[in-house]
């Protein structure tokens, strides 16, 4: 099903692309003052329904011109009240790295604002603006890998959360892509010595101003929550084993996104080197990528023109000294405690995933592309360990959490190795509610969590369907995941008894219609695949 016909058809969705392109809370008239003075000048906002909301307000300077390819840098200050009302530009991407790509249930959460090199903006909301009140500070990393996205999608509004659980929520735009991840520092010019991980020292400079701002809105900088979702998760992740970042944030959430390791560094050269390619550029005339159109920047990495090129975190030795999570957990971060999990049928958020029925034959070929040089009797075995471990489940449903674990793997390691470390708790979840949208043939899929986790199930109705039961699980999550940043324990009297993942017990909550405390759920065919396709 196209975006087109889909909208079309579906009057939940309708209502969500209505509230994409025009964003109803912003439509509340102030009612009381709602300016706030920073570091680079005052700021007004919006006040409605007990949530002040401030949006697009900058945090560093714009990374046009002389500052492309170049690290963050503070914002210009201004004299006069600068509006803080509409979204502010997110960094520039490729439409066809989310259009198109993610189902149209998720893709009209989108809001398809601006796009600009003026994109180190950030947006906050409060319940108080009084320095006395210290709330718990949440800053949110948004998802699309390193390359889409932005803070400003409907289902990552604060304005629930804020309002229902006394916190500051703020949600944060950065540079993707080229812009924010192409390795430069390697090739020896002194001006671009420092230009690696851009992207993610974006949001080390966004940390800063929620430091040294965020008392203004209310808030606690004392007491700052990282968390993120995909590759908002493996943002979480690397910054936790990134030095600029080390004292910014006291707890950390990663949702489906883990960064056990980053790109080495010779394989981020050999990515610019293939970049740099495609714009006629030789290594030593990067001064001339101030001067290239963005677009043609943005066209050079479109998997269309040649082979895809891969952007994250590189191991530069400096920005970034180590993998984040190997062989260990990183030492930096070892007293930050740590929430992390998946939800169950991650891989229906991607295309050509088997959605319908499927007969044994069809699970065998499936099974089998998905260990790839796997044997026939390993492809049996594993099935009838996924068999035993769910009993009476569907084919489709079989293949789809076997192709799901995958990005089970990665969290599982990172829950362990902190687990290891042994100086601060670690919380298992894995997310297996499963969604009645599109007949319920999405199931548990990727991103289907965050609305549970911003408490706003309504404005995400397009991914959650409207439901009675949604209200009780949100209520769950979002008053968990707030405890957790409140206290570092995401225990509260409406779960049962949270107890912390180590690597004997592995107990892991279960959220669902009915949330359990479960130990190891299903981790010995887990593993048995992770062993089959190498990853053990």
């Known amino acids: 099903m196209d975006r087109r016909s889909f909208i079309g058809v579906s009057s939940w969705a309708a209502g969500a692309l209505a509230a994409r392109t025009s964003d109803v809370l912003a439509n509340h008239a102030p009612v009381v003052p709602a300016v706030v003075a920073t570091t680079?000048?005052?700021?007004?906002?919006?006040?409605?329904t007990g949530v002040y909301t401030f949006r697009g307000v900058p945090y560093g300077a714009t990374t046009a011109g002389a500052g492309r390819f170049q690290p963050p840098a503070k914002p210009q200050s201004w004299s006069d009240i600068r509006a803080a009302t509409a979204l502010g530009p997110r960094s520039p991407q490729l439409l066809s790295a989310f259009h198109g790509f993610v189902p149209p249930e998720v893709e009209v959460m989108d809001r398809d604002e601006t796009m600009g090199e003026d994109c180190l903006v950030l947006n906050v909301w409060t319940p108080a603006l009084d320095h006395a009140r210290k709330l718990p500070v949440m800053v949110w990393l948004h998802g699309g890998g390193y390359t889409s996205g932005s803070g400003g999608f409907i289902c990552y509004d604060g304005m629930e959360l804020?309002?229902?659980?006394?916190?500051?929520?703020?949600?944060?735009?950065?540079?993707?892509?080229?812009?924010?991840?192409?390795y430069l520092a390697g090739f020896?010019?002194?001006?671009?010595?420092?230009?690696?991980?851009?992207g993610n020292l974006d949001i080390v400079a966004a940390l800063e101003w929620v430091r040294d701002n965020i008392a203004g809105f209310g808030g606690d900088p004392g007491s700052v929550t990282l968390f993120g979702q995909s590759g908002g998760g493996g943002k979480v992740s690397s910054l936790m084993a990134m030095p600029a970042a080390r004292g910014l944030f006291k707890r950390a959430i990663v949702q489906s996104g883990a960064a056990v390791k980053g790109i080495s560094r010779a394989a981020a050269r050999e990515n610019a080197e293939q970049f740099l390619a495609r714009l006629n550029l030789r290594p030593q005339q990067?001064?001339?990528?101030?001067?290239?159109?963005?677009q043609r920047l943005l066209m050079a990495t479109d998997p269309s023109v040649g082979s895809s090129i891969n952007f994250g975190p590189v191991v530069d030795g400096h920005s970034l000294p180590t993998d984040p999570f190997d062989p260990v957990a990183p030492a930096q971060s070892a007293s930050v405690p740590l929430l992390i999990g998946t939800v169950e049928t991650e891989a229906t958020f991607f295309p050509g995933q088997p959605l319908d029925p499927i007969d044994d034959a069809a699970l065998q070929s499936q099974v089998k592309q998905l260990l790839k040089s796997s044997s026939d009797a390993d492809v049996e075995r594993i099935i009838a360990a996924y068999r035993a471990g769910r009993p009476g489940v569907p084919n489709t449903d079989l293949f789809l959490i076997m192709a799901s674990d995958g990005f089970r793997a990665g969290i599982l390691l990172e829950a362990e190795r902190k687990a290891t470390q042994a100086q601060a708790p670690v919380y298992q979840y894995y997310f297996t509610w499963r969604s009645p949208v599109r007949e319920g043939k999405l199931r548990s899929f990727h991103t289907v969590e965050i609305p549970f986790v911003f408490d706003n199930v309504d404005a995400a109705r397009s991914m959650t369907g409207s439901g009675k039961d949604r209200y009780e699980l949100a209520t769950r999550m979002s008053t968990a995941w707030v405890a957790f940043?409140?206290?570092?324990?995401?225990?509260?009297?409406?779960l049962p008894n949270w107890a912390p993942y180590d690597n004997t017990r592995r107990a892991t909550m279960i959220f669902d219609r009915e949330c359990k405390l479960v130990d190891d759920p299903h981790g010995t065919e887990q593993r048995l695949l992770w062993s089959l396709q190498g990853r053990a």
């Not at 680079?40 to 409605?48: D, E, N, S, V």
């Not at 940043?485 to 409406?494: E, Q, S, V, W």
């Open 485 to 494: 940043a409140r206290t570092g324990d995401p225990n509260h009297p409406g």
């Open 162 to 182: 804020a309002r229902k659980h006394a916190v500051v929520v703020v949600t944060v735009n950065h540079r993707l892509g080229a812009l924010g991840y192409l």
């Open 40 to 48: 680079a000048g005052k700021i007004r906002g919006t006040y409605a």
């Open 188 to 198: 020896g010019a002194e001006r671009y010595a420092a230009s690696s991980n851009l």
């Open 286 to 294: 990067l001064d001339k990528l101030q001067e290239v159109p963005v």
